[in-house]
């Protein structure tokens, strides 16, 4: 899968388990904003990565000192009695800023109600394109939209709807055909599995989510 391209764009760095950086070095390209939200910076010193901007309530920070090397207009302090969670604060601030779509990396292990808020988010207006988790990248294929994978053969491809569902769905390059199938809420196509080493998932109308394993680019 290639990684998007251009400006308009961020990266957001969030708490919890995360894949090497060598899967996901390629998203860090030129232009593109790249933000902590709270913890994210933990994982961005990590890589030896400094963030363009810092949104959290900062509770799960290892060190809330670390703030003090960076300039005060690059950190969105919250309340931590807010109405948001701080990734969806992010995507927020991103959107005022003049961002248009964003990549998640991180998120994986701790709480499942954590897990589950992030995943609620791709059902928002303003929602990320792409999620990493530490062995698996879930993407968002828009309505009406064909997007290409580039995995091993034999691979386990996941596919779920968002809600309302999606109709007159398309596919190439996995074992069991989603061409022509419409899912309501609640259904899916769990563990497909690849057959060459590139899939196509082709939403008909109506937004899906596919999962498949990350593997170096």
Not at 9 to 24: C, E, K, M
Not at 172 to 181: A, D, K, N, S, V
Not at 185 to 210: I, Q, R
Request: aromatic share 6%.
């Amino acid at each position: 899968m290639q990684p998007m391209e251009g400006h308009g764009q961020a990266i957001l760095a969030i708490g919890g388990d995360a894949p090497p950086f060598s899967l996901v070095s390629h998203e860090f390209i030129p232009g593109r904003l790249v933000v902590a939200v709270d913890s994210g910076l933990d994982l961005l010193r990590s890589w030896n990565l400094s963030p363009d901007l810092i949104v959290g309530d900062m509770d799960s920070l290892s060190d809330a000192s670390i703030l003090d090397g960076f300039p005060r207009n690059a950190i969105v302090q919250l309340d931590r009695a807010k109405d948001e969670s701080d990734t969806e604060a992010a995507l927020r601030v991103c959107a005022e800023r003049g961002i248009v779509s964003t990549v998640m990396i991180g998120g994986g292990g701790g709480r499942l109600d954590h897990l589950l808020a992030l995943r609620s988010l791709f059902e928002r207006q303003r929602r990320p394109q792409l999620w990493y988790l530490p062995h698996e990248v879930v993407t968002l294929v828009e309505s009406g939209q064909d997007r290409f994978f580039s995995v091993a053969p034999g691979s386990l491809v996941s596919v779920f709807p968002l809600a309302p569902g999606s109709r007159l769905m398309r596919s190439r390059g996995l074992r069991w055909p989603l061409e022509g199938l419409s899912w309501g809420p609640g259904d899916y196509g769990l563990s497909n599995e690849s057959t060459d080493s590139e899939v196509m998932v082709g939403a008909g109308k109506g937004d899906l989510l596919v999962l498949h394993p990350l593997v170096e680019q």
